[in-house]
């Protein structure tokens, strides 16, 4: 039976390595797939790029203004999987379009991307696969200050995390350009810590 899997973490936890792991294993068997992404990401544009593993694969870009595309490219490909990244900048309506290739069209869906912003709220995309998704699986990191499970991504500038500003700014993992913001991998209690400082 066809499913709707979320598979999510925190920023670094390896999603795209593992989403480009499980690509080339069903590549390999011979099964046709289709990559999604939403065009939120500037970062990579239309690739999957893992930096744990230094590889990167092809992606359709989808748009929030062309409704129906990921379900309309599924029919005419039937593909035996859909993989979709950064799955959490996708509307309510594009996850409930996920849903419907699972649900009409019968071809399995494994979603990657974050949990929460770095306000530590729910992105729509992943509020929606949790209300949706038949399977919802946690990809484990560490924290970068301590040991303790990664729970949490700070959004820091110039050395100082922020509790205030837009949802989405594509990031960074070092600090060269003061005006682009470094995530960080933080549990609960460190997360705390910098709040309170
Ligand atoms: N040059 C690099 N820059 C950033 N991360 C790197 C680099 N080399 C290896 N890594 C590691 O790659 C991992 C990120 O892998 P990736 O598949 O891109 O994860 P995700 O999609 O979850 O962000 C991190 O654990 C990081 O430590
Ligand atoms: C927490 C958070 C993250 N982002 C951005 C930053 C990165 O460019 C991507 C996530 O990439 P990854 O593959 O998981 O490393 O999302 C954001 O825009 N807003 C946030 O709150």
Same mark, same amino acid.
């Given at each position: 039976?066809?499913?709707?899997?979320?598979?999510?973490?925190?920023?670094?936890?390896?999603?795209?390595?593992?989403?480009?792991?499980?690509?080339?294993?069903?590549?390999?068997?011979?099964?046709?797939?289709?990559?999604?992404?939403?065009?939120?990401?500037?970062?990579?544009?239309?690739?999957?790029?893992?930096?744990?593993?230094?590889?990167?694969?092809?992606?359709?870009?989808?748009?929030?203004?062309?409704?129906?595309?990921? +379900?309309?490219? /599924? *029919?005419?490909?039937?593909?035996?999987?859909?993989? &979709? $990244? @950064?799955?959490? +900048?996708?509307? /309510? *309506?594009?996850?409930?379009?996920?849903?419907?290739? &699972? $649900? @009409?069209?019968?071809?399995?869906?494994?979603?990657?991307?974050?949990?929460?912003?770095?306000?530590?709220?729910?992105?729509?995309?992943?509020?929606?696969?949790?209300?949706?998704?038949?399977?919802?699986?946690?990809?484990?990191?560490?924290?970068?200050?301590?040991?303790?499970?990664?729970?949490?991504?700070?959004?820091?500038?110039?050395?100082?995390?922020?509790?205030?500003?837009?949802?989405?700014?594509?990031?960074?993992?070092?600090?060269?350009?003061?005006?682009?913001?470094?995530?960080?991998?933080?549990?609960?209690?460190?997360?705390?810590?910098?709040?309170?400082?």
């Amino acid at each position: 039976m066809a499913k709707l899997i979320f598979r999510y973490g925190s920023m670094n936890a390896s999603k795209s390595a593992n989403l480009i792991m499980d690509w080339y294993n069903h590549k390999s068997n011979d099964k046709s797939v289709l990559v999604f992404k939403p065009v939120t990401d500037t970062r990579d544009y239309g690739y999957v790029t893992s930096r744990a593993i230094e590889t990167k694969i092809p992606a359709s870009l989808i748009t929030p203004d062309i409704e129906g595309i990921m +379900f309309a490219m /599924t *029919k005419t490909f039937m593909p035996r999987i859909v993989f &979709v $990244d @950064e799955v959490q +900048f996708f509307t /309510t *309506k594009q996850i409930d379009e996920l849903s419907s290739v &699972v $649900d @009409e069209l019968g071809v399995t869906v494994i979603a990657y991307g974050l949990m929460t912003t770095f306000k530590g709220e729910l992105f729509e995309g992943s509020k929606r696969l949790v209300e949706r998704a038949d399977v919802i699986e946690r990809i484990r990191s560490e924290c970068t200050e301590c040991s303790n499970e990664g729970v949490m991504n700070g959004r820091f500038v110039n050395g100082v995390m922020q509790t205030e500003g837009k949802t989405v700014v594509m990031g960074k993992e070092k600090d060269e350009d003061k005006h682009i913001p470094v995530y960080k991998v933080l549990c609960r209690k460190c997360y705390e810590k910098e709040m309170s400082k």
